[in-house]
């Protein structure tokens, strides 16, 4: 009984929560972390991939050397290859010196590649070789570097319906499938909620100086009913920004977002008048004067996403998976509307 109590426990005091299916979680970082086998960590944004993912680094024989995180997502393609597998002066405009990779500072230790999902077809290709002969050459060289470098890769989407679609291939699947960890989302393990809000709290107040250490059973409640699309980080961003927020010692119902509260959510700018949106339609030559065609709202809507996502890509300096999070979408839907709206550029 004694061994059971201590498998169930969080291997590492980041992760917190004690329910079934966070237990499952914990037994399988601790028994793959012994290895030097390759992880899949598959779960939706914000579930703590990164963190299950240090775990096992923390937990193994190579928990001396480094914990390398690369986010796959927020890269182009020529600066994600050149991140992982570093330049020399000269491959490319702006390479002014040599260059070490990720994959070269991980040597010894993990590389954490999150949203592996991402990477194109060609960097998949050395990703591949990396994984199968443990080599490459950087960008611009034809030197050939070997690392010792374990790889524990996240995606939040799921990778066979990738190899299916055709966007991921299938032998690099199988290459960084060895064990998977289903990272559950935190509407399946609602019972942690308090526990995880009583952390939240200790650390924010903490960070912010601030003394707000009791919460409402109302509010409570409010989280504990609501859907959680964000998971654990949007819980995290909620419970610092009511921290902040806060006059007196406790959160309350009215520190929470409206959304929590099953309230409708303020959107970004003025709500559309559609007859003056129209007449300015019109007046573009985007839509004809006189009787509204049927796709009139089609239309409508299309012109008011790609505003509304060239604003936000502006405002997040074109890093992808910073205005996905914004808009609400996960990386892949932006990539998608990007191109449909011919905003790749």
């Given at each position: 009984?004694?061994?059971?109590?201590?498998?169930?426990?969080?291997?590492?005091?980041?992760?917190?929560?004690?329910?079934?299916?966070?237990?499952?979680?914990?037994?399988?970082?601790?028994?793959?972390?012994?290895?030097?086998?390759?992880?899949?960590?598959?779960?939706?944004?914000?579930t703590?991939?990164?963190?299950?993912?240090?775990?096992?680094?923390?937990?193994?024989?190579?928990?001396?050397?480094?914990?390398?995180?690369v986010n796959?997502g927020?890269?182009?393609?020529?600066?994600?290859?050149?991140?992982?597998?570093?330049?020399?002066?000269?491959?490319?405009?702006?390479?002014?010196?040599?260059?070490?990779?990720?994959?070269?500072?991980?040597?010894?230790?993990?590389?954490?590649?999150?949203?592996?999902?991402?990477?194109?077809?060609?960097?998949?290709?050395?990703?591949?070789?990396?994984?199968q002969?443990?080599?490459?050459?950087?960008?611009?060289?034809?030197?050939?570097?070997?690392?010792?470098?374990?790889?524990?890769?996240?995606?939040?989407?799921?990778?066979?319906?990738?190899?299916?679609?055709?966007?991921?291939?299938?032998?690099?699947?199988?290459?960084?499938?060895?064990?998977?960890?289903?990272?559950?989302?935190?509407?399946?393990?609602?019972?942690?909620?308090?526990?995880?809000?009583?952390?939240?709290?200790?650390?924010?107040?903490?960070?912010?100086?601030?003394?707000?250490?009791h919460i409402?059973?109302?509010?409570?409640?409010?989280?504990?009913?609501?859907?959680?699309?964000?998971n654990?980080?949007?819980?995290?961003?909620?419970?610092?920004?009511?921290?902040?927020?806060?006059?007196?010692?406790?959160?309350?119902?009215?520190?929470?977002?409206?959304?929590?509260?099953?309230?409708?959510?303020?959107?970004?700018?003025?709500?559309?008048?559609?007859?003056?949106?129209?007449?300015?339609?019109?007046?573009?030559?985007?839509?004809?004067?006189?009787?509204?065609?049927?796709?009139?709202h089609?239309?409508?809507?299309?012109?008011?996403?790609?505003?509304?996502?060239?604003?936000?890509?502006?405002?997040?300096?074109?890093?992808?998976i910073?205005a996905?999070?914004?808009?609400?979408?996960?990386?892949?839907t932006?990539?998608?509307?990007?191109?449909?709206?011919?905003?790749?550029?």
């Amino acid at each position: 009984m004694e061994f059971a109590s201590e498998a169930s426990r969080p291997p590492t005091p980041e992760l917190i929560g004690s329910a079934p299916a966070m237990q499952e979680v914990y037994r399988l970082v601790r028994q793959v972390a012994r290895s030097n086998a390759s992880v899949l960590l598959l779960g939706e944004t914000g579930t703590g991939k990164e963190l299950i993912a240090n775990a096992i680094h923390r937990l193994s024989p190579r928990a001396s050397g480094p914990f390398i995180r690369v986010n796959c997502g927020a890269l182009a393609e020529n600066l994600l290859e050149s991140e992982l597998f570093g330049h020399v002066r000269g491959a490319f405009t702006g390479a002014v010196d040599n260059r070490i990779g990720r994959f070269e500072a991980a040597h010894t230790g993990t590389i954490f590649l999150d949203e592996v999902n991402s990477t194109t077809p060609k960097l998949q290709v050395k990703l591949l070789r990396v994984l199968q002969e443990h080599e490459f050459e950087r960008v611009g060289d034809t030197q050939t570097i070997r690392v010792d470098t374990r790889v524990i890769a996240a995606s939040n989407c799921d990778l066979v319906d990738e190899v299916a679609a055709g966007r991921f291939r299938e032998d690099l699947y199988y290459r960084l499938n060895v064990v998977t960890v289903f990272v559950p989302a935190l509407r399946d393990h609602r019972e942690d909620i308090p526990e995880l809000v009583a952390h939240f709290m200790r650390v924010y107040n903490e960070q912010n100086d601030r003394h707000v250490p009791h919460i409402t059973p109302e509010a409570m409640r409010a989280l504990e009913h609501y859907g959680w699309p964000g998971n654990v980080r949007e819980l995290q961003n909620y419970i610092e920004r009511a921290i902040v927020l806060a006059v007196g010692d406790e959160i309350s119902c009215d520190l929470l977002p409206e959304n929590v509260l099953g309230r409708q959510t303020p959107r970004i700018g003025r709500a559309v008048d559609l007859e003056a949106f129209t007449t300015a339609l019109v007046q573009q030559g985007i839509a004809e004067s006189g009787p509204l065609p049927e796709n009139l709202h089609t239309r409508i809507v299309n012109r008011v996403e790609r505003e509304l996502i060239t604003q936000v890509m502006n405002r997040c300096e074109n890093v992808q998976i910073k205005a996905a999070a914004m808009l609400g979408m996960n990386r892949n839907t932006l990539h998608k509307k990007l191109k449909q709206h011919g905003l790749e550029k």
